[in-house]
């Protein structure tokens, strides 16, 4: 084929026609510094249980644990979370078992902070501790407020006496970094980080998670009335405003995927780090189409990397291990 008149001299597939040329001018980089590694914890003994709706993840009994973190410390992922399966002889209407000092959180606290070096965060809500699957307080069936963050500032306080390195509420009740904080510094856990949940929308993508911590089927009604309506976007501002003025470390973005609009819109709005989350209901679907063979082991990497175009500083995956084995050995 001739082409006639003069080709413009501008060929973008210049800077795509070699691997060294490609790596040498990429936008976006994912390294394992942007990793957070989530982990499940259970009651009793040598335990490994498989999470049915979530392949290849794992909840642990704490004389498991070690064997996992000296893994992901040793892949050099600089954080892992946190997240409770307690035994529903133990979940009440208040969520007690959330302050109790000896609880699974607190003990798994104690092991990982007395023999590893790495970053520990635990979420901070009821959800996992209730029998009625909610983050906060029911009253007349409604999640009340004001009441459920004062066991909110406790159960912080509880998991930096344990030498937690970052607090993240996750419950998405009005007003509460700024309480945290305030208790915080008033208890001399100056040092203590606070990831704030600052944008979590009441997706339909938690099913998996929810039964990872044996909330899905206790949940009553839905989390509307605190989880932010997936429709909005202008709200997710004003949230993440009043969340730094209170005295937000970090933000985070939840589900992350479907709302990779919203963590640009932060991040070009506030110059703050910006968490996101990927989501059990995303990684099963991604799981699930790997092995179906409808989507390569390729697709793993490209969601993780769309998350640091959209501008997100860390993500939480349940990929964290599997993508940073990659690229240690690239």
């Known amino acids: 084929m001739k082409f006639h008149g003069k080709y413009p001299s501008t060929r973008l597939r210049r800077g795509r026609n070699e691997d060294w040329v490609r790596r040498l001018i990429s ?96 979420d901070v809500a009821l959800d996992p501790f209730t029998n009625h699957g909610h983050d906060g307080l029911l009253k007349n069936n409604k999640v009340v407020n004001d009441e459920t963050i004062k066991v909110l500032i406790q159960q912080a306080l509880l998991y930096a006496k344990n030498n937690c390195d970052i607090i993240a509420p996750s419950d998405m009740m009005d007003g509460r970094i700024g309480l945290i904080r305030k208790s915080l510094e008033k208890n001399n856990f100056i040092n203590t980080k606070i990831l704030s949940y600052a944008v979590k929308y009441a997706s339909n993508f938690y099913g998996p998670f929810r039964d990872a911590v044996g909330s899905k089927k206790l949940l009553q009604g839905d989390k509307k009335s605190y989880q932010m309506d997936f429709r909005n976007s202008d709200e997710a501002l004003r949230e993440v405003a009043l969340d730094i003025k209170e005295g937000a470390d970090f933000v985070m973005v939840k589900p992350g995927m479907l709302y990779l609009d919203i963590i640009k819109k932060i991040k070009d709005n506030f110059k703050i780090p910006v968490f996101a989350y990927q989501v059990s209901g995303e990684y099963s679907l991604i799981k699930l189409g790997i092995k ?8 793993i990497k490209e969601s993780l990397i769309s998350f640091k175009r959209a501008g997100s500083s860390a993500i939480i995956t349940y990929f964290a291990e599997e993508i940073a084995n990659q690229l240690k050995k690239n």
Do not use: Q, W
């Not at 335990?47 to 000296?70: F, N, T």
């Open 27 to 122: 936008e976006n980089n994912l390294s394992i510094n942007d990793l957070i590694m989530p982990i499940f914890i259970c009651e009793g003994k040598n335990k490994i249980e498989k999470i049915h709706s979530m392949p290849g993840v794992y909840r642990y009994s704490l004389d498991k644990l070690g064997s996992v973190i000296k893994r992901i410390e040793k892949l050099k992922i600089p954080l892992v979370a946190l997240f409770p399966y307690i035994s529903p002889s133990k979940k009440d209407v208040f969520g007690s078992e959330a302050l109790n000092e000896n609880n699974l959180i607190c003990r798994a606290l104690k092991t990982i902070k007395k023999n590893f070096e790495i970053g520990v965060m635990c």
């Open 292 to 299: 179906n063979k409808i989507l390569n082991n390729g697709s």
